[in-house]
């Protein structure tokens, strides 16, 4: 998805700006590298950004190989240092609010450690949604993979294997580290009801879009392959 080029295919959504306006050129591609910078950020303020590709996806895996670089930007939340996400089945770009911070998704948690402890990446968080995991509906925000702990500046690739409203796998270097099925709208989130259609919560599919939470985040290889339905 990711041509090492530029950002074709390619929409910005930052939160308070129009879609399309890339504040502080805060997506951008240097040495073949798709790059999330703060270098023109004074503070963060809340500016959470969302790269998204134009096309939609159902049935898939999406590779991604990532790593955490520099400082977090002065002002962003503790929470989001060395944090970024893949979000998946989202909503369109064009149908958010100016100042809505994430798109109605489910994201595949990026994390990187910080020199000690535990911090496993590969995590599953839901933005206006819900997820059925071991057959129960989980409405916990964030929910842990088994995933190892990847500190300091290291490249980690990792997929997501999609199959629409069924099983979808998250898998690090390999290994897989979360599974859930039934992802679906969040009917007491206010953002999400707008997208039920007909009292159809059920998500099948949707935009995918990468993170830009605060800390500096880049992205080599962004790729996608179609599966059979």
């Given at each position: 998805?990711f041509n090492?080029?530029n950002?074709?295919?390619?929409k910005?959504?930052i939160?308070?700006?129009e879609l399309?306006?890339?504040?502080g050129?805060?997506f951008?591609?240097?040495d073949?590298?798709?790059?999330?910078?703060?270098?023109?950020?004074?503070k963060?303020?809340?500016?959470?950004?969302?790269i998204?590709?134009?096309?939609p996806?159902?049935h898939?895996?999406?590779?991604?190989e990532?790593?955490?670089?520099?400082?977090?930007c002065?002002?962003?939340?503790?929470?989001?240092?060395?944090?970024?996400g893949?979000?998946?089945?989202?909503?369109?770009?064009e149908?958010?609010?100016?100042?809505?911070?994430?798109?109605?998704s489910?994201e595949?948690?990026?994390l990187?450690?910080g020199?000690?402890?535990?911090r496993?990446?590969?995590?599953?968080?839901?933005p206006g949604?819900?997820?059925?995991v071991?057959?129960k509906l989980?409405?916990?925000h964030c929910?842990?993979?088994t995933?190892k702990?990847?500190?300091g500046d290291q490249w980690?690739t990792i997929e997501?294997?999609?199959?629409?409203?069924g099983?979808?796998?998250s898998?690090?270097?390999?290994?897989?580290?979360?599974?859930y099925t039934?992802?679906q709208?969040?009917?007491n989130?206010?953002d999400?009801?707008?997208l039920?259609?007909?009292?159809?919560?059920?998500?099948?599919g949707?935009t995918i879009?990468l993170?830009?939470?605060?800390h500096?985040?880049?992205?080599?290889?962004?790729?996608?392959r179609?599966l059979?339905q």
């Open positions: 998805l090492g080029k950002l074709d295919g390619w910005v959504k939160t308070g700006y399309g306006d890339n504040y050129d805060t951008r591609v240097e073949g590298v798709m790059k999330v910078c703060y270098d023109q950020y004074e963060f303020d809340g500016k959470f950004g969302h998204f590709y134009e096309t996806f159902s898939y895996v999406i590779r991604v990532y790593r955490f670089v520099g400082e977090q002065p002002g962003g939340p503790g929470w989001a240092f060395r944090n970024s893949i979000m998946l089945h989202g909503q369109s770009p149908s958010m609010r100016k100042d809505q911070n994430f798109p109605v489910v595949l948690q990026l990187g450690g020199g000690s402890g535990e496993p990446t590969g995590n599953v968080c839901t949604t819900h997820i059925v071991d057959d989980v409405t916990r929910n842990s993979s995933s702990t990847y500190h980690v997501v294997e999609v199959h629409g409203n099983v979808t796998k898998i690090v270097e390999g290994e897989t580290v979360f599974e039934q992802p709208l969040d009917e989130d206010a999400a009801r707008k039920i259609k007909d009292g159809d919560k059920m998500l099948r949707g879009s993170q830009a939470e605060s500096p985040v880049e992205f080599r290889k962004v790729e996608l179609e059979e």
